[in-house]
């Protein structure tokens, strides 16, 4: 194992974290979430060495022409890369979209789609150049926005008040759109159904919007599991999977936290699950990464008491026992997964205190082929643009 020492961090997105689309063509770079949850870098990478492009290319103390709102200490990436390889930074806090020609690190444009309150935006999902989804994840709104990227205009909503499976609980359960994914010419969301202390949930589901009607035409439910997050598709986008924790603080969590595989060439789709059990404890409904129906990996979150630190864990849908890859340096410091589908190979951050660092592993063996060190602002989430 080789180690490279860098002067500034290297990161993952988040997508949240997730396998390289299909379709879409090879990436242009990767680019890295460095935060202490206060402020943010955003440095590049090359998306085949991991080697940093560009130091720096935005950080909350760039004030370039074109930005307004400043980064805050909460800025996550798409799930897929956008048209043209533009790279756009979603800033939870603000609720603000911020474009970037990742070529020159200028910012080209902003929109705030918070309509005047907080509406926790999750994702963007660009269906063409002059359209894509903005997953608003707050109770307030709870609903799937659409956008002009192009002109950064707001264009429309698409209210999913209606898709709550128990309106009547004894909370509030709203539904919350997570993470999504452009498959097939269709929009596939994970939508959570929370209440506003998230403290109680009902059981999860997947909703299909088609971009030509911008309407739910279909929903795929996963009645034994809740709260799930990231989105991955296999190349051939026949399948898709979403990875699910549960409800936090819930003494069931163990039992509704997993990982679905959803059969898209049956009718309707056949969800199956891999459940949390044997991995011994809830997973991470953010970390997700799959290669093949034989070859997926999640991460299981630590804990601080007792001291737990995180863990990447390998599994398939198959049926095999899932297996351990490696510890974290603590509870938390793992950030998003993606993967090199064609190259078998995937990339995680450690934001440890202490020699923060890139993981480059081989999928194929489970073995670690090179460690990225950084400095700087800890990685929290990777993505390719």
Not at 294 to 300: R, S, Y
């Amino acid at each position: 194992m080789r180690s490279v020492s860098l002067c500034i961090l290297l990161a993952l997105v988040a997508g949240c974290g997730d396998t390289a689309p299909s379709g879409g063509g090879l990436p242009a770079g990767i680019a890295v979430i460095g935060s202490d949850y206060k402020s943010t870098s955003v440095p590049l990478a090359d998306p085949t060495t991991g080697v940093i492009t560009r130091d720096g290319c935005l950080t909350s103390g760039s004030m370039p022409p074109g930005l307004t709102a400043a980064l805050s200490g909460d800025v996550v990436l798409p799930s897929q890369p956008q048209p043209g390889h533009e790279l756009v930074l979603i800033d939870r806090t603000n609720a603000t979209l911020t474009w970037v020609d990742p070529r020159s690190c200028t910012v080209v444009r902003q929109l705030n789609v918070g309509e005047g309150t907080a509406t926790n935006p999750h994702d963007v999902v660009a269906v063409s150049a002059h359209k894509a989804y903005v997953t608003r994840y707050a109770p307030a709104t709870s609903d799937l926005l659409i956008i002009d990227p192009t002109a950064a205009t707001i264009t429309g909503h698409i209210d999913l008040a209606s898709y709550s499976s128990q309106p009547d609980a004894a909370k509030a359960i709203h539904p919350m759109p997570d993470r999504a994914l452009l498959v097939g010419g269709r929009v596939y969301l994970s939508l959570n159904e929370l209440s506003d202390d998230f403290m109680a949930g009902g059981p999860a589901r997947l909703l299909v919007v088609d971009p030509a009607s911008d309407k739910v035409v279909d929903t795929v439910d996963l009645p034994t599991l809740q709260n799930c997050g990231s989105l991955a598709a296999l190349e051939n986008a026949h399948a898709l999977a979403v990875t699910c924790s549960g409800v936090f603080g819930d003494s069931a969590q163990l039992e509704t936290s997993g990982v679905a595989w959803i059969d898209l060439t049956a009718a309707p789709p056949a969800p199956s699950v891999v459940p949390a059990a044997p991995f011994g404890a809830p997973l991470s409904n953010g970390h997700l990464a799959v290669l093949a129906d034989d070859l997926a990996f999640t991460v299981v979150p630590g804990s601080f008491m007792p001291a737990r630190p995180d863990a990447l864990w390998a599994f398939d849908f198959k049926g095999g026992a899932p297996r351990k890859v490696l510890d974290g340096s603590g509870a938390f410091t793992l950030s998003s997964l993606i993967a090199d589908v064609a190259a078998k190979k995937l990339f995680i951050g450690d934001a440890a205190d202490q020699g923060a660092r890139i993981l480059v592993i081989d999928a194929v063996t489970s073995t670690v082929e090179s460690t990225v060190e950084v400095t700087g602002l800890p990685p929290r989430a990777l993505a390719f643009y």
